[in-house]
């Protein structure tokens, strides 16, 4: 029967390039192909002779010439002296820190609105509602600025702290809520892996001073952390300025007296380890009781072993360190000691989170509403509890729908942190993307690569999203 | 057996009760208190809680707003009103910037005694979105829609009639072609005239007829350049452009991603994925720092216009990827079923494929526009005035040095009402056109 119905042999014509469905599709690649061809020619053809026109080349060096600026938010070693790739790094390391911060307060936020929107309670869900569209509905940039207007207008001064009928600092006397940003206690060692310094005899003398001079200088009051390293270490000069103010910095440090606890990123890293290692013997431990529950029928208790099993290990490396708080005290005009968290990290930090929490609520609203109630009445009818219900059955089923969605807010989260521009925040946008560019006019070769960071980012993470996808997905037949 | 029966015959009741009302802790507004607000401790904790807010947040606000000032001339002299009614120190609104400013927020610096073209503008816009959004107003009323952006255009930005009239000659020469030679020459051979001869008129002959038109019959508005321009009128334009035009690119986009064609459908992810990579600030300062290198030497044109673009490509990214997971929501019977009636592609995508892949994404649709309509803010960062540089612009002035609530109130307010009501549109609209579940 096949060979009846075959067409005909014919030679091939010119015109079935185009009637013929079996070549239209080769043709109209070729078409297109030619055309975007001759476009992207055309616009580097542009580009070549723009830059002849300009005088410029095309060339990265400028990555290695020396900066000379400053950035007020450092989470590695940076100076002005270093070079434009280094700005760029700590730029990026700046990014990394809000979205980090932001993912983790905004999943907190929404998961928490999300549940209480289905609450029976009239009044929590109307009221999560509100909180729900008002953030949805009303743009971004309006709620960083108005969150940074917040804080640096209505918020008391350093200077109010002092004396018996100011401000007070909350959470047993250790944070610092203020105009200038929040201060809040820091971790310290005294016996850290990066080795400790010596107090010189009169380490308070020569702080005063730098910070009175930062103040002069510039509008935000530069601060001091004499103990850096672990969150947020504050730079010397004020948002704007390029170098000043440098001077009488390491002035504190020498021979004599007692050790000054400090922290470095070996100490935290020894901390993340054990953390990690104390996870992964808690899950051990978890299935261990799983097996035997398997085995007999009988789940032995094990929750105190598995908290154990963390905080045993953290404890005692915390003894071994010899960890203690730094908390902010007031000093000359502002407050010295603990991690400074300036005004454009919190506004920033406290504005995407509120913002992306309010999408990610409507998520796992719609996670939760999208498994059947079928589900929820099979568990029971198998005779499961309302807690194992919704470990075992409804969760492992609404993650599926919740998580991608959500992974695709975390990215727009990282992506919004370029809204930073609003409250001069140094992330990598304003560190490579802007003064760099400024300084070097080399605005070609700053964007392209600031946009492949973000491409780069983005891609990784939607890569590790396909693959959770995959590997979650429902096995269908 | 009829002995047994008659013996419990006398534990029957044998007249019937009133009807009662049920217990009062059963019924009305005290039953739905007790099991929405009050059943269980978490929820009365809960309740509580939320009640806290509500009146903290109430009780600051209130007062606040309703005692404000709405006639003074800078915020010293509304201070000195509010200490001298309330007492000072008393918190209270100084609306007065509001009533002060208002026509700055709305149309930025566009000059006053024209402030009509804009407002006409916008009836004229309403008038022809009516009938695209509500199937119950006239089909007739699409005509209007159709000349609207012409005649929007010719009203914001002024200048002579004749060069709207001009372009629109453009479209009726594709539509002539389509009509008349369409049936004599083919349909490919016509398209691709259709595309081709109104480009040439466009490039070449539209400017002379326009000038040759005008000086003929002058018939021109007072022109307004686009620095002028600001405040919603400046969000509205960028964002109206913006959706009406990434919604059709965004669907090809998808269709490209779809297709099986290597290089289109390559060619449409790295679009899509280059494009929804990088954050729109990015773009935007691409748009106003590097378009010029990429543009033959001596090219300038708007900001405004660069804008628009940008903000078209970055929209029309997300459109595709929502319309994308619509397409790929429906069965693959129905493409099937469009193939078995031996409809072409453009036809099975008209008729079959696209309305019902186009409902299924309309949530995201409108999200995605909602979306657009707030990243319209963002102009502020390369220059333009949009209603947040414009409350950062007052607040700078000598007058209003302080005031911030009140203008973010404001501006707040008008967002959250064009976009709330985006959404309430896109809910209409889904329920609309359910067709199962009825």
């Known amino acids: 029967m096949a060979t009846i119905s075959d067409p005909p042999e014919r030679g091939f014509r010119l015109s079935q390039l185009i009637f013929d469905t079996r070549y239209r599709s080769m043709t109209i690649q070729v078409v297109a192909m030619i055309l975007i061809g001759l476009l992207l020619s055309w616009l580097i053809s542009n580009t070549i002779n723009n830059l002849e026109a300009l005088g410029k080349d095309f060339d990265f060096g400028f990555l290695s010439q020396p900066a000379g600026y400053d950035i007020n938010q450092q989470l590695i070693d940076y100076n002005n002296q270093m070079t434009h790739g280094r700005a760029a790094l700590v730029g990026i390391l700046n990014t990394l820190l809000v979205a980090v911060m932001g993912c983790a307060l905004a999943t907190v936020l929404g998961v928490i609105a999300g549940v209480l929107r289905l609450s029976n309670n009239w009044i929590v869900s109307r009221l999560t509602a509100v909180y729900v569209e008002g953030f949805r509905n009303v743009p971004l940039l309006l709620w960083i600025v108005l969150i940074f207007a917040l804080m640096t207008e209505s918020m008391p001064t350093p200077r109010d702290f002092r004396g018996e009928d100011g401000s007070s600092m909350i959470l047993g006397e250790s944070v610092a809520i203020t105009n200038r940003g929040v201060y809040i206690p820091n971790v310290v060692f005294s016996r850290s892996l990066g080795g400790n310094e010596i107090a010189a005899p009169e380490p308070e003398a020569a702080a005063p001073a730098a910070s009175t001079g930062a103040n002069m200088a510039g509008t935000y009051g530069a601060s001091r952390i004499a103990t850096g390293g672990a969150g947020v270490q504050t730079g010397q000069a004020d948002d704007n300025a390029s170098g000043s103010a440098e001077g009488g910095s390491d002035a504190g440090t020498e021979e004599g007296g007692e050790v000054i606890p400090s922290s470095s990123g070996w100490d935290w890293l020894l901390i993340l380890a054990v953390l990690i290692a104390g996870g992964i013997g808690a899950r051990v431990l978890g299935k261990r009781a799983s097996h035997i529950q398997e085995a007999t029928g009988k789940r032995p208790t094990t929750l105190p072993l598995q908290i154990a099993a963390i905080l045993v290990p953290l404890i005692v490396v915390l003894v071994a360190l010899g960890a203690s708080l730094d908390k902010p005290e007031l000093g000359g005009f502002n407050f010295d000691g603990g991690v400074h968290l300036r005004n454009s990290l919190i506004a920033l930090w406290l504005a995407l989170s509120l913002y992306t929490g309010a999408f990610i609520a409507e998520i796992v609203r719609g996670g939760i509403l999208a498994i059947s109630k079928g589900q929820t009445e099979a568990a029971y009818a198998l005779g499961l509890r309302p807690g194992t219900t919704m470990n075992l059955v409804i969760l492992p089923q609404a993650l599926r729908v919740i998580i991608p969605p959500l992974i695709s807010q975390f990215l727009n989260l990282t992506k919004n942190s370029s809204l930073a521009i609003a409250v001069g925040y140094m992330d990598v946008r304003s560190t490579l993307g802007g003064i760099t560019i400024n300084q070097t006019g080399r605005e070609l070769e700053g964007m392209l690569l600031l946009g492949l960071f973000y491409l780069v980012l983005s891609l990784l993470i939607s890569g590790v999203m396909n693959v959770y996808n995959s590997s979650v997905k429902l096995k269908e037949r | ?438």
């Open chain 2, 1 to 438: 057996m009829s002995d047994t029966h008659a013996q419990t015959v006398a534990y029957v009741r044998d007249t019937m009760l009133d009807q009662q009302d049920p217990p009062l802790n059963q019924t009305g507004a005290l039953k739905w208190i007790r099991e929405n607000l009050f059943s269980g401790w978490l929820n009365i904790m809960l309740t509580l809680l939320s009640l806290w807010v509500i009146y903290a947040a109430l009780s600051h606000l209130l007062p606040w707003a309703l005692r404000g000032i709405w006639d003074a001339s800078n915020l010293s002299q509304c201070r000195e009103i509010i200490a001298e009614r309330y007492g000072a120190g008393t918190p209270a609104a100084c609306w007065a910037v509001l009533a002060e400013r208002w026509p700055q927020l709305i149309f930025g610096f566009f000059p006053k005694e024209l402030y009509w073209r804009p407002i006409l503008a916008f009836l004229i816009f309403l008038a022809a979105v009516a009938p695209v959004l509500f199937s119950s107003v006239p089909r007739k009323m699409l005509w209007v829609s159709a000349l609207a952006p012409f005649v929007l255009f010719w009203l914001i930005w002024g200048g002579s009639l004749w060069g709207p009239v001009a372009a629109i000659l453009g479209f009726v020469i594709a539509w002539a072609i389509m009509a008349f030679a369409a049936p004599k020459i083919g349909t490919l051979l016509s398209v691709i005239l259709a595309i081709v001869v109104p480009v040439i008129y466009w490039l070449t002959l539209c400017g002379p007829l326009a000038g040759a038109l005008a000086s003929v019959v002058p018939l021109a508005l007072e022109q307004v350049p686009t620095q002028n321009m600001g405040g919603f009128m400046l969000a509205t334009i960028i964002g109206v452009s913006g959706i009406v035009l990434s919604l059709p690119l965004g669907i090809l986009l998808a269709l490209g991603r779809q297709s099986d064609m290597f290089i289109i459908n390559k060619c449409s992810v790295a679009f899509i994925e280059i494009i929804r990579g990088v954050p729109l600030i990015v773009w935007l300062f691409t748009a106003s720092l590097l378009l010029n290198y990429f543009l033959p030497p001596g090219t300038n044109f708007d900001l405004m216009l660069r804008v628009i673009i940008m903000v078209t490509l970055f929209s029309a990214a997300y459109i595709a990827e929502v319309v994308r997971g619509g397409l790929a929501a429906l069965p693959k019977g129905q493409y099937e079923a469009a193939d078995a009636l031996g409809l072409d592609y453009w036809k099975s995508m008209r008729l079959i494929i696209l309305p019902q892949a186009l409902k299924i994404s309309i949530p995201g649709i409108v999200n995605t526009f909602i979306g657009l309509f707030k990243d319209t803010t963002l102009v502020v960062f390369i220059g333009l005035l949009d209603p947040i540089g414009l409350s950062n612009s007052i607040r700078a002035t000598t007058d209003w040095n302080g005031v911030y609530w009140e203008l973010f109130v404001f501006i707040g307010l008008c967002f959250f009402i064009f976009c709330f009501s985006m959404g309430r549109y896109s809910l209409f609209l889904e329920k609309k056109l359910r067709r199962e579940h009825r």
